[in-house]
């Protein structure tokens, strides 16, 4: 199937305007309706949104590619908009989009959708194809650009596919992937090519998306190849490079930086890559390697974990909002949040999902290190991290008068009787990396066994051994440790409250929240609210009362984090209507969508304006935030449920205060836009 084939002349619109996002989203959504093949517009439109939801479409280049593979379409079909004056759509470069394909495909098995978006994007890297698309004069024009850039790419290939097979000696091979394994993971595959080309290079790419893994590399082409690029965000199969020099990176910079990549890779300017039978392994040294597994696998975890904070806080937040209603606020003590049958269910629910927030952490980052071998150890680790060492109790019940010098150590180092043994958050993280290279450790420890025992490995030898190896770190070492580093952060949260520097604690979290808009500072602020918002439920759980200062400053660290997340947007958009001669056109569009992502507590719609201007935005939304999450603790703010920005005003403690900080916060925002942004071009206004 071609691209031509699911595009018709109804389905295409030249002159496009629109005001943000979601309008262009269902102006396509109707330009799809017209070509008859879609039985539900409603249900097809919620999936285009859905998919939205997961990660944006808008790849870049002034490109968004949406798609959408449901019941409600009776047949694959495409259609496409020209927007002259572009609109914003959460591009992953910030930038406005001036051109879009929506893609319908019928939830089948064969992924029509994914083929066609594969070969879009492939034609999408060729910047001439782009500008042709954007200029055409007609729906015909617009069709014919598509129909010639097509036959073009498929006449190559017939030519690649029949080259002799000595061509076949690919000096470089390349495998590209992404989380998601669709608009980038072609892209990058599309611009390696094209260097390889540029540069004289013979390269063969290997594209593992989520159609399945594409143009597969063969051992004879391995053995051959002078060196491998590993442009990926995603685990790929390693095992067969053993012994050559590779060379790994994101797959942006497949993308961007394609030619580089290639060079490292036949001049062997890269580490050897060791195999230990299909682990990740490759030489740290290699440039920015460590770092990026590090972070990738971190926010493996933190990804994982948001939907239960999230989704738990929430509805613990709705037992404390019932209880409060009703007058238990300040007499509910222990049982505060669970005085009525309706309120302990959801703090009872609220509770379950919240206590899986540690070890679904730890087990994601051991599941993006060693697959799925790591995630049952991860997983425990991440339980021990939660609870700490309950055992202790039945030590003393077991053998009450103890077992001498033995028996010392394990109370005074290990189980710690007058001390804290939940190392909590800090210790899912540590534990998820320490059960991940644990189990990488036993797979290659284990690579040699006879043949007989090679199968009972993932089930018996890795679980087995990581828990048991996992479990004594934790209660010996790990639990221990951050169990101290624990009761030293919440002495010192408490010390800053009575000492009256809550406010230093209010401005540093909300500044963090404004830094990077949804990047690994933002979400460590996040994160740390949300910690504390455990650690109150648990003040509570031992017989504390609401108004106990140490539960109220949980509470303020979190109203902290959430009131400078919210004023980024809101900032942004109040100065491009005080200021309108420092914002483009495309920019000034976007208030209404600013102002609704800000009070829904969702920075990253500040993520284009930083990502064009940081010099000047960020400094800007950073101090604005501070300002906001200053005045939020001096003020005494309180907040129980870990999202909904103004969605959940109902759970914050002073809320006019509350919302009286963040209007003064967005306005500093503002205020410093105006005068640190210069004036933009008449004609872009």
Sequence with gaps: MRVKDLLSPECIELSGKASDKADVIRQMVDLMVRRGNISDREAYEKGVFAREEESTTGIGDGIAIPHCKSDAVKAPGLAAMVLPDGVEFDALDGQPVHLIFLIAAPNTEDNVHLEVLARLSELLMDSDFIDALLHAGSKEEFLAVIDKAESGRQE????????????????VLAVTSCPNGVAHTYMAAEALEKAGKKLGVRIKVETRGSGGAKNVVTDAEIAAAKGIVIAADANVPMDRFDGKPLVE??????????????????????????????????????????????????????SAMLPFVIGGGIL????????????????????????????????????????????????????????????????????????????????????????????????????????????????????????????????KSTEKLPKSVQGIRPML??????????????????????????????????????????????????????????????????????????????????????????????????????????????GIAIASKLFPGKFTKTEKEGFVSNIVMG????????????????????????????????LSALFGCTLMAPHGGVFVIATIGRWPLFLLAWLIGSFVTAILLGVLRKEVAAEDR
């Design 156 to 171: 190559a290939d017939v030519k690649k596919q029949q080259a002799p097979s000595d061509q076949n000696d690919y000096e």
């Design 249 to 302: 990176a994101r797959v942006a910079d497949g993308i961007h930086k394609p030619e580089e990549l290639i060079n490292r890779a036949r001049k062997g300017d890269a580490p050897v890559y060791h195999s230990a039978k299909g682990v990740r392994h490759t030489d740290d040294s290699a440039k920015g390697s460590a770092g990026h597994k590090i972070y990738t696998s971190l926010m493996a975890g933190v």
């Design 316 to 443: 613990t937040a709705i037992a404390f909002l019932i209880d409060t209603i009703l007058g238990f606020g300040t007499t509910g003590g222990s049982n505060f949040g669970s005085m009525v049958p309706l309120s302990a269910f959801f703090k009872y629910s609220g509770g379950l999902a919240m206590s899986l927030m540690v070890p679904v952490l730890a087990g994601f980052i051991a599941y993006s290190i060693a697959d799925k071998p790591g995630l049952a150890v991860g997983f425990l680790g991440g339980l021990l991290a939660a609870n700490g060492n309950a055992l202790a109790d039945n030590f003393a019940k077991i053998w009450p008068d103890g077992l001498g010098g033995f028996q010392g150590f394990i109370d005074r180092f290990a189980f710690q009787h007058s001390g804290n043994t939940v190392s909590g958050f800090l210790g899912g993280i540590a534990v998820g990396f320490l059960a991940g290279y644990i189990v990488l450790w036993l797979e």
């Design 461 to 570: 030898i890795y679980p087995v051994i990581g828990m048991f190896i996992v479990s004594i770190i934790m209660c010996f070492i790990f639990n221990p440790l951050i169990g101290l580093i624990n009761t030293g952060l919440s002495d010192m949260l408490t010390a800053l409250g009575r000492s009256g520097l809550v406010w230093l604690l209010g401005m540093i979290l909300a500044g963090m929240m404004a830094v990077d808009m949804g990047g690994p500072i933002n979400k460590a602020a996040y994160v740390f609210g949300t910690f504390m918002l455990t650690n109150a439920s648990e003040y509570l759980s031992k017989g504390a009362q609401q108004s106990d200062p140490k539960v109220a400053l949980c509470y303020m660290s979190m109203a902290a984090v959430m009131i400078g997340g919210m004023c980024p947007p809101v």
């Design 599 to 630: 009070a829904s507590f969702i920075t990253e719609a500040a993520i284009p304006f930083a990502a064009s201007d940081p010099a000047h935005v960020i400094p800007a939304t950073f101090c604005g935030s501070a300002v906001a999450g200053l």
